[in-house]
């Protein structure tokens, strides 16, 4: 089994930046692939991106490839979300997910959940 704690979560001003990190521990070797998540409220959980674990690659929706960014330290078995120029529109719980999958660009078939952190965007 995998454990996943996020954190970095916060409220900022419109046009500001946050910083999230998701770190694992267990098995992580059995989960290849670490994706963020958001839900905001009233909404369905939306697919915001993954980082490979294995080889060095990451990608982010197209709605958002241009304000976020998802690296990872493998050394400290740490996946983060850099999230630029933030808008009200990007408030939402974000949280981290791990699968067996190797493949980080489809949002299916997630296993391992964290609890997630709370992003406020304010204008």
């Known amino acids: 089994q995998v454990q996943l704690v996020e954190s970095g979560g916060g409220v900022v001003q419109a046009g500001g930046s946050l910083r999230l990190s998701c770190v694992a521990s267990?098995?992580?070797?059995?989960?290849?692939?670490l994706g963020w998540f958001r839900q905001a409220p009233g909404k369905e959980r939306e697919f915001v991106g993954a980082v490979s674990w294995i080889v060095d690659s990451s990608y982010v929706v197209e709605s958002m490839k241009d304000r976020f960014t998802i690296s990872r330290d493998k050394a400290k078995t740490t996946v983060t979300l850099q999230m630029n120029s933030l808008i009200p529109e990007d408030t939402a719980v974000y949280s981290c997910a791990a699968k067996s999958s190797r493949n980080f660009i489809i949002s299916e078939d997630y296993e391992y959940w964290g609890q997630g952190t709370q992003v406020t965007v304010s204008s």
């Open positions: 267990g098995r992580t070797s059995s989960t290849p692939t």
